[in-house]
């Protein structure tokens, strides 16, 4: 089964999908100099990658929570505009994200035990896949990515309470911890399916979407809603102040 999944790999072509057009939002994206990241090789051929976001002012950990489990089901009408949440979370370099499997409780949404499916991009770097949501809660989640039953690593999100806010930090492992054959799956994951320029995107593209919460949650958090529909009137960035 391992041998057939690594050839698999080898074989298998990298996404190749149609992006969607830009939204235009009326707050800009942070710098990633703003926040800081580190990548590193492991010893198995694993990818840890580390991120402290840029602090999330007036946003709880109960807010991140909310946002994320509510994130693949809801959407906003900013003006006369009605976008899917994942459209605001990016406004450039996220196509779609969906419930494969739902939670354990059968909430809808995120949570524990859900399966998550998304369609994104960090630059020229086409990205798509699937994970298992392990844990879920206001301290933070835990997703680990999935393909034909196996995990391949895990990425842990972090959300702790500040005197002014939220502090955000998350660390990845990617890649199989597998004796023997891990190693060489790492190897086709670093060489083809995740290479370095695609990690410095990556690390680009999530420090642009964390935060920008600081744009739109604590708004969004308070809107005025029907069911998983929420409206926002966001004309000028000197409304989000």
């Known amino acids: 089964m391992i041998i057939l999944l690594i050839i698999g790999f080898l074989l298998k072509p990298m996404p190749n999908f149609e992006h969607s057009s830009p939204r235009e939002l009326p707050w800009a994206l942070p710098d990633i100099n703003q926040a800081y990241t580190n990548y590193q090789y492991l010893d198995n051929g694993q990818i840890l990658i580390e991120i402290t976001h840029v602090p999330l002012i007036n946003i709880t950990p109960k807010m991140l929570a909310w946002f994320y489990q509510n994130l693949p089901i809801s959407t906003v009408q900013i003006d006369q505009t009605t976008l899917p949440w994942y459209h605001i979370f990016h406004p450039s370099e996220h196509g779609v994200i969906s419930v494969v499997e739902p939670a354990t409780n059968n909430l809808p949404g995120m949570g524990i ?129």
């Open 113 to 241: 035990g859900a399966l998550i499916q998304r369609k994104e991009w960090f630059g020229d770097f086409n990205s798509q896949g699937a994970g298992r949501i392990i844990n879920f809660s206001e301290q933070g989640m835990t997703i680990k990515p999935e393909l034909a039953g196996l995990y391949f690593g895990q990425i842990e999100h972090s959300f702790i309470q500040t005197n002014k806010g939220s502090q955000y930090t998350v660390k990845s492992l990617i890649g199989s911890d597998l004796p023997v054959l891990g190693p060489i799956i790492n190897l086709v994951i670093r060489y083809k399916m995740f290479p370095e320029p695609m990690i410095k995107q990556w690390l680009r593209h999530q420090v642009e979407e964390v935060g920008s919460l600081n744009s739109f949650l604590p708004q969004l958090y308070g809107a005025k809603h029907n069911e998983h529909h929420y409206r926002l009137q966001l004309s000028t960035q000197a409304e989000l102040n």
